[in-house]
């Protein structure tokens, strides 16, 4: 009877735990204080003015009509609001995600048609299958498989690629879409055609965004402005831009007279619903792509949010991250837009404009319907250069040669898996270059753990401390080698630890005792565990007994399981290095 | 003028050690002794006596004709005479490489024609290229990433391939060749058409290589015959059969009274010298199977060489072993042969039956010289059927269940690396089969280092050692955690490291102080870099202090070097656990 009222008790809250921690939503939806509202509106607000160029900018960069970029901030942004975990990631469309799309869908049809639409819903679904089913079945872990350095080496070669990309268009250059190199030489080939007007209104609007960015702010604080103004004033300048030279075309009609290329007709109204297509071959040929967005898109979505989280001591659930960001996408597929991410400076900017609860990201969206529903008329003169001038600055900022000078003084495999990428990103394009990039970094990784540090051991003193002969002052005994392998045993290090030890034997003709000590030893596999056998065999033929000393519990355990520590000789398996040299007569 | 004398003196070993240790039958050679000999003859004899068979059944295996597994038992064995150093491996066709061979040249060719035969000698010279290279470039390290458990899993799915591709010829079936399914289908949907004369001498041949095999030599030896007598007669059966059944044939006429397909015209006389193809294309589509032959070939052999001159107190030197299998691939090339390499068994019988150096393979390879002069038109009725069922005996034991029994006992990871490799050979095919095996046992090492094990440690009584908590009465304080990890810290367990960290700080609400131990952390990458110092300022936000406990010397140079140490606080870094409880007054 006790029991029973007991789980009549618990049961609302057996059942709404697991649905809150689904919907994290209701979960900050419960505790929603009226203070926070301010900050919610202005931060949605200020994420808006940003976001309605830059969507325009990257889905024209992912090769798909302008309102395409916002019908992606309108539904993922709603869905992540509810879903996500982060409270001040800004979903929506991302430079590399889009560089993804352009050369991933690229593939598949031809740039401008309904079929390449059609085939940008269809990885936007399966982005948002693979992240959903990545979270459900928390595999999360698997995007560690991207190290940092094969991260930035993307980052950077992608930002180069997108650079030069937008560099047509500044220009007013109709370049082919080709590979970086054949781009590179196209337009160095074609500068001769650079029309001069648009030019002209690329380099101010870059002059006018980086003044906003970089020197607007301090200027503004020290005529005493507040704060909570300097933000939405700096972070206006692409919509400033835009305003700008859309007056300037319409009033010198600088379309007709001078040829610069302008945005055109865009359709005005909601998102339609959308059908991504069910295709096998299609879905085959995006995979690798979709693979490559839904880890890449991820990453940089998780790093800002984890950043901005611990600001404010929130947590981020790496699993429901990815099923937020999934969501968001299959809501992008179904409504005519493109795969999205979590963008790192919008987040920084939503952050700081004082986004407390995902409300910011509704708001946001809001204001984007708004935008379709009742701005689209003001694009049509609107010169697609000042959106490549919007996503040359945001671009700018993503090469990063500071963490390759960093990484290379701290470890040159970690700078080579980093150079790789880089180098393989531009030679080879993108998604080839990131899985090269992590085949360099795990076969970097097997190489230095295949040549594993080794420290020939002595006593410290009196102690029971055995260091390093070349690093410490220590006593050894010359019948005695004693040798410390800092590293797990296994299939790649076999070799060497059986040269390793052979050559010691070989280079004291009087030794009688060899102790391999195991403190550092966290695991040894079937490969190392028949080299040890054969080593014991092999030391034994040349009159040497082989030793095991500091074997781990959870190492003994299993060479216990199979018999082995009977075979070896359990009177030469010892708790630990001192006992070893006490057993042998060297202590 | 003391030192032009001394330099005098030295010149003549300055030279010749290099040419000694690149020519090893130099060194054996000076030091020969006259009662090495009857051994060497003995061993030379009783190899010579099965690789006549062996050889040819081979070839055929190959899709080559008979002769070219003798040919290649001439020059390969006069060459690795010299240039190996294992005095007692027995080089020449191999039942895996064989396949291989046919897998691969299969591909380019078809077999029987002579382009098949030319395919085959360019995949000798491009295995004997490869061998040669990787032992000059001490690049042998390489072949280290085929673990044991995936050669294991190799070798017993290739033994069935083999197996089971015999069995037509047991049968006296024409079966077309085909991938090991269909292979396995079509064989038995024309069982029908058996050819039970020619099964009838299958099953006879192997009736008599099994009881030479596994029950002679016990009853030779019970009658008390001289040891030195009882190898010989027993490793004669293959010998034996092939004369038996071929007076059979002829004396019935059964290739023309029964249709039993016979081995036929083979033309006698030495080795033609012959030229391999230039041709890129070829070598582009050889290069898989080639270097698939290069390392799986090399090491069936130098794990036989090592295990019979660790019996001898011999060295084997696996960079020149590299050199010495290279050139005899390259004399396979140049003299009509196919890709060679240490055999298992014939140079345990070789070693067992008194081989004391080099000569031993020399003397083969005039044996097998003069058999090519003077012996071939007694091939001409040797009944196919024999050499299938003297390969179908030799690879039976190949099929390895033991060890997966054991590997299984020990680890599961290595197990499944076994079993991926087993059933890839089988449903993909071989080469294709090895390499998923190899990319299987590289991602499960990654994916078991990504989750390594942690161990929440406290202090043992009053000393100065800290053990796991759940496996030891321990003391540790409330205000304070301190864990040991027992990894490296690299790219793919950075999260899986914070992920611990934090779980831990949300557990432990009184938490102030979280000290990570790091005597098993061998290497931090750059990734993990990038943690520790996001986790500090975690930490530092959640009003917790980060402390670093033991770290090894040559990673605290790392982590000094760019200025890691600096910034995190070196006061937080201490040189062992306890020095770490000491400070924050846990102890």
Redesign the interface.
């Known amino acids: 009877m006790g029991n029973w009222i007991h789980s009549q008790i618990q049961r609302p809250d057996r059942f709404w735990k697991p649905v809150r921690s689904a919907i994290p939503a209701l979960a900050w939806g419960r505790v929603y204080r009226r203070e926070w509202l301010a900050g919610d509106l202005m931060a949605g607000l200020i994420v808006a003015i940003m976001l309605v160029p830059q969507g325009m900018a990257y889905a024209l960069l992912a090769g798909l009509p302008p309102q395409v970029g916002l019908y992606a901030s309108i539904a993922p942004l709603l869905l992540y609001g509810l879903f996500g975990t982060s409270r001040s990631l800004a979903v929506g469309p991302v430079a590399i995600v889009s560089l993804l799309v352009a050369s991933g869908v690229g593939q598949v049809a031809e740039m401008g048609t309904a079929v390449y639409w059609q085939a940008a819903l269809t990885l936007a679904l399966m982005v948002g299958a693979i992240q959903m089913g990545m979270g459900l079945l928390r595999a999360?872990?698997l995007?560690?498989?991207?190290?940092?350095?094969?991260l930035a080496g993307f980052t950077s070669a992608a930002a180069l690629v997108i650079g030069l990309s937008q560099f047509k268009h500044a220009l007013g250059l109709s370049t082919p879409n080709l590979e970086f190199v054949d781009t590179a030489v196209y337009t160095l080939q074609h500068l001769a055609e650079t029309n001069f007007i648009t030019l002209a209104i690329g380099l101010g609007s870059i002059a006018i965004l980086l003044y906003f960015k970089y020197a607007l702010g301090g200027q503004l604080k020290r005529r005493k402005l507040p704060a909570g103004l300097v933000t939405p004033i700096t972070k206006s300048a692409p919509l400033l831009v835009v305003l700008l030279a859309t007056l300037l075309v319409v009033a010198l009609r600088l379309d007709v007279a001078a040829g610069v290329k302008v945005v055109g007709y865009v359709p005005a109204g909601l998102p339609p619903l959308t059908t991504p297509t069910l295709d096998l071959t299609l879905w085959r040929a995006l995979l690798p792509t979709a693979l490559a967005i839904s880890f890449v898109g991820y990453m940089e979505s998780i790093s800002v949010a984890?950043?901005l989280a611990?600001?404010r001591?929130q947590?981020i659930n790496?699993d429901q991250e990815l099923v937020g960001l999934g969501i968001a996408n299959l809501g992008a597929a179904f409504t005519g837009g493109y795969p999205v991410t979590g963008g790192f400076s919008r987040s920084v900017v939503n952050f700081e404009a004082g986004a407390n609860t995902g409300l910011a990201s509704m708001v946001t969206a809001v204001l984007i319907a708004l935008t379709v529903l009742f701005l689209t008329p003001l694009f049509a003169y609107l010169p697609q250069v000042v959106l490549a001038a919007i996503i040359l600055v945001a671009v700018a900022s993503l090469v990063d040669i500071k963490t390759f000078r960093?990484?290379w003084?701290?470890?040159k495999?970690?700078?080579a898996s980093m150079l790789v990428t880089f180098g393989a990103v531009l030679a080879v394009g993108i998604e080839m270059g990131i899985l090269l990039g992590v085949a360099a970094?795990?076969l970097l990784?097997?190489w230095?753990?295949?040549?594993?540090?080794v420290a020939v051991v002595g006593r410290v003193g009196d102690s029971e401390q055995y260091l390093?002969v070349q690093?410490h002052t220590v006593q050894t005994c010359p019948r005695v080698a004693a040798v410390r392998i800092?590293?797990?045993l296994?299939?790649?290090?076999?070799?060497?630890l059986e040269?390793t030890v052979?050559r010691q034997v070989?280079d004291q003709p009087e030794l009688a005792h060899f102790v391999l000590i195991c403190?550092?030893v966290?695991?040894i596999?079937?490969?190392a565990?028949?080299t040890l056998a054969?080593l014991r065999?092999?030391l034994h033929?040349?009159g040497v007994t082989f030793h095991l000393a500091a074997v781990?519990?959870?190492v003994m355990d299993?060479l216990r399981?199979?018999g082995f520590a009977d075979s070896f000789g359990p009177e030469n398996i010892h708790l630990s290095t001192h006992d070893a040299m006490k057993a042998i007569g060297c202590a």
Chains 1, 2 share one sequence.
């Open positions: 999360g872990f995007v560690n498989f991207l190290s940092h350095p094969v984890k950043s611990s600001k001591r947590k790496s960093h990484t003084r701290y470890n495999a970690d700078a970094a795990l990784f097997i230095r753990t295949s040549r594993p540090h390093n690093r800092d590293e797990s296994y299939f790649a290090n076999t070799a060497y040269e052979l070989a403190t550092a966290n695991f596999d079937a490969s565990l028949d054969s065999q092999e033929d040349a781990k519990g959870p299993r399981a199979v």
